[in-house]
């Protein structure tokens, strides 16, 4: 199995794309769905973010009040480290637990739907494609106002708390322009599903991976032969 990667700027449009490869039959694991799923009432990650916020940071039902964080994290890069340190070893922990359970089902590839990939870095070594959406500063800002009824101070701080998205595209192997239609979009994913579709990695990737549990086991039974002969002289 190999890792396709999907990420990009914020309200750039990764969603659109993630979800031309689910409907190609392509599972994907999206780093955001996991991050509501830690953080709901009586999840460790609520816990902690409870003790480390403060009440102010609840809704009258016990969730967690998003927008409120959210201002709270995107004007202070010390709460953002705060809440980052709380919510991204558990993040990555699920994504490596959903990635585990679809290599052993048998699929070829999977997709990751993940923001912050090269923010973290983290899951860089499991990556054999990148694929970065990206559009113009300006849609950008205007798509994020528009989807999640922000001012537009509120919005740039959203959007300059990431690593710019230029580079992103630099450091992508696939760079998906979602400037036009949304037709345009997935005409755009589409190709890149053929071309995926058509690679040999997963193979590659199970030869490895059986040759290094040979090896593996190989080394265990030769210990386990040396180590449990008698002397003759005892």
């Known amino acids: 199995m190999f890792i396709v990667a999907v990420t990009g700027g914020i309200a750039t449009g990764k969603s659109t794309v993630s979800k031309v490869f689910e409907r190609h039959g392509i599972p994907v694991i999206d780093a955001d769905k996991i991050a509501r799923e830690i953080v709901e009432p009586g999840q460790a990650g609520w816990e902690q973010i ?33 809440l980052n340190q709380i919510t991204h070893p558990k993040i990555h922990r699920k994504i490596f637990w959903q990635a585990f359970k679809l290599f052993v089902t048998g699929h070829s590839w999977i997709v990751l739907d993940l923001p912050l990939l090269f923010e973290t870095g983290i899951l860089m070594d499991f990556i054999y494609k990148i694929v970065c959406v990206s559009c113009d500063s300006d849609k950008q800002l205007q798509r994020l106002i528009a989807r999640n009824e922000l001012s537009e101070a509120d919005a740039s701080h959203r959007i300059k708390s990431q690593m710019p998205l230029e580079k992103k595209c630099e450091q992508s192997h696939f760079v998906i322009d979602n400037n036009g239609s949304v037709e345009e979009t997935e005409e755009s994913a589409i190709r890149i599903v053929s071309m995926m579709k058509e690679s040999k990695q997963h193979w590659r990737n199970r030869v490895y991976l059986l040759g290094l549990v040979m090896i593996v086991g190989f080394t265990i039974y030769m210990l386990l032969k040396i180590f449990s002969r008698v002397p003759d002289d005892i």
Request: charged share 40%.
């Open 50 to 82: 409870r003790a480390a916020f403060g009440e102010d940071v609840l809704l009258p039902s016990k969730e967690i009040n998003r927008p409120v964080l959210a201002r709270m994290i995107f004007e202070d890069k010390e709460l953002r480290g705060k």
